[in-house]
């Protein structure tokens, strides 16, 4: 009975009409030519955490209140404040007796009464004619209170539950045993190597779903993983749409439409350093493919300092360092979309593996003459502060 399978491992493979399909000796470049494409090498950057307990991994994000709000100054010593959105969020902020300084003003302000409306009564300290009708950021320099009064309110902030998907990676290895028995050049077992090439294979799949990877969407048009075949969201779906609600955010994302540069880049480390990233405890760094890679080595030649009778021929950038003085490696990685680039805080992803589910290699029932081999694992990634500690610039050309 011949194999219904007529693929190179389960297929006899000892003889053949043609030279070409002639497969009992294998040419040691043949075997290392499947090398070129199997680049992984963000994998190499994210750690792995424990194991996760559901198809659909939850986790619970806090934050500290913001130390500023959002508002206009009137003339008549009003302050109306656009964000926070609601009074009840407002009063999380600050409260009666607050001290608020605008950005770029050299006095200061005193919230004369109780918070109870998005327009605030103001005393001014130092100009008393000064006013902006537009929004400006006003940072809160103090809440100062006073003996006599009785405990103020409770200021906690509610937490947010973020999620991600499991997804089942999987590869198959199948072998006659007549190829187990054959001697071929440059392999000593035939089972290791195709598990390692599979593993290969399985490993740059997961790389690129790290990246790239989308949340399958169910029938109600929402990310869910009541789905047989569930993918998990990737790091640039995350930093768009950090809650999975199918609505994208831009806290801290930025269309460029242009070349990429130095000013957008920085631009781009100051809107994650606005919104409480880069802090002391982040550990950042820039992915990009090979067009933007290269965009960024050209910035070299102009920042890079070269003293008389220097002969190094050749150079390469690998560290960006920002207007603020983070340090940024530079990860090229083969599967990072060209248009786009990532700041990513390594400090806050984790790959994680269903429990009982991680990487293994199970023996499935023969079939005939052949052995077959199911290698497989179930993970998903866990991108904590998506929209405030991570960064996407996208459509650079």
């Known amino acids: 009975m011949a194999l219904a399978s007529t693929s190179f491992m389960a297929a006899p493979g000892g003889f053949s009409a043609t030279l070409a399909n002639k497969l009992d000796k294998i040419d040691c470049s043949q075997v290392l030519a499947a090398v070129l494409l199997a680049d992984k090498e963000l994998l190499g950057h ?21 130390a500023y709000v959002i508002a206009s100054i009137s003339a008549s010593n ?20 607050a001290i608020v300084q605008p950005a770029g003003a050299e006095f200061a302000m005193n ?28 940072y809160i320099l103090g809440m100062p209170w006073a003996d006599i009064d009785d ?36 392999v000593t077992n035939e089972l290791s190597l195709q598990t390692d090439r599979r593993t290969m294979e399985i490993k740059r799949e997961l790389d690129m779903a790290v990246i790239r990877g989308m949340a399958r969407i169910s029938a109600s048009n929402t990310f869910s ?17 950090y809650d999975l609600d199918t609505s994208n955010e831009d806290d801290t994302v930025t269309q460029v439409s242009a070349a990429l540069t130095i000013a957008a880049l920085n631009s781009l480390c100051n ?4 919104q409480g990233g880069l802090d002391d405890s982040s550990d950042p760094i820039i992915v990009v493919g090979a067009k933007q890679a290269r965009v960024i080595a050209s910035w070299e030649s102009e920042l890079r300092r070269v003293e008389q009778g220097e002969r190094t021929v050749g150079y ?11 340090e940024f490696p530079v990860v090229l990685d083969r599967w990072m979309p060209n248009d786009k680039l990532i700041i990513l805080d390594r400090s806050r992803i984790t790959l994680m593996p269903l429990q009982g589910d991680a990487w293994h290699l199970t023996k499935l029932a023969k079939t005939g003459r052949s052995d077959k081999w199911q290698l497989s694992g179930q993970y ?18």
């Not at 792995?48 to 209140?65: F, M």
Request: net charge positive; aromatic share 8%; with cysteine.
């Open 111 to 138: 919230v004369t009464a109780t918070i109870s409306k998005m327009t605030l009564t103001i005393a001014k300290y130092a100009s008393t004619t000064w006013a902006d009708t537009t929004a400006t950021k006003c």
């Open 151 to 186: 405990a103020s309110y409770d200021t906690s902030k509610a937490r947010s539950k973020r999620k991600n998907f499991t997804q089942v990676f999987e590869r198959v290895v199948q072998i006659t045993e007549s190829r187990q028995g054959m001697d071929m050049e440059a």
């Open 380 to 397: 998903t990634i866990e991108l904590r502060n998506a929209d405030k500690c991570h960064g996407l610039l996208w459509d650079l050309s």
């Open 316 to 326: 390469y950038r690998n560290i960006f360092l920002s207007d603020l003085g983070q």
């Open 225 to 241: 993983a009541d789905n047989e075949l569930r993918t998990m969201a990737g790091i640039i779906q995350c930093i768009r749409d």
């Open 78 to 97: 009003a302050m109306t404040v656009t964000t926070p959105a609601t009074t009840a969020s407002l009063q999380r902020v600050m409260r009666k007796y």
């Open 46 to 66: 994210i750690k792995v955490g424990g194991a996760v307990h559901n198809l659909e991994h939850n986790w619970i994000e806090d934050e500290l209140n913001a």
């Open 271 to 274: 809107k994650i350093y606005d």
